[in-house]
């Protein structure tokens, strides 16, 4: 059974830099077909997603946050990670790292990003 796992700081400040890792376990992120995401959810708000590097290594990103965001692999920890740059209040969310085929099909739990001073 694949499970995923955000980490990374709760908090951080304006203008600088959200750095987040998702590990995987129960599934090689280099396999299969799967598309490895970034969601988030600020509050009082719905899901946005953020982006997705594939098994391939490519990567695709919403159109709206593409210029401030970066996704990369580690395939040696089977793990990838999310760059937000120049962050504001606005990008306080919870943070979600996902799997999908057809379908998000497997989530983290979750994760609080507080964009503050």
């Known amino acids: 059974q694949v499970q995923l796992q955000e980490s990374g700081p709760g908090l951080v400040k304006p203008s600088q830099t959200l750095s987040l890792t998702c590990t995987v376990s129960g599934d090689s992120i280099t396999g299969n077909s799967f598309y490895w995401s970034w969601i988030r959810q600020p509050p009082g708000k719905g899901l946005e997603w953020m982006g997705a590097i594939a098994y391939s290594g490519n990567t695709y990103y919403n159109p709206s946050l593409k210029s401030r965001t970066s996704i990369s692999r580690d395939t040696s920890k089977n793990s990838f990670t999310l760059r937000v740059t120049s962050v504001t209040p606005e990008d306080t969310a919870v943070y979600y790292c996902?799997?999908?085929?057809?379908?998000?099909?497997?989530w983290g739990q979750g994760t609080q990003v507080t964009v503050s001073s």
């Open positions: 996902a799997r999908r085929d057809i379908h998000f099909d497997s």
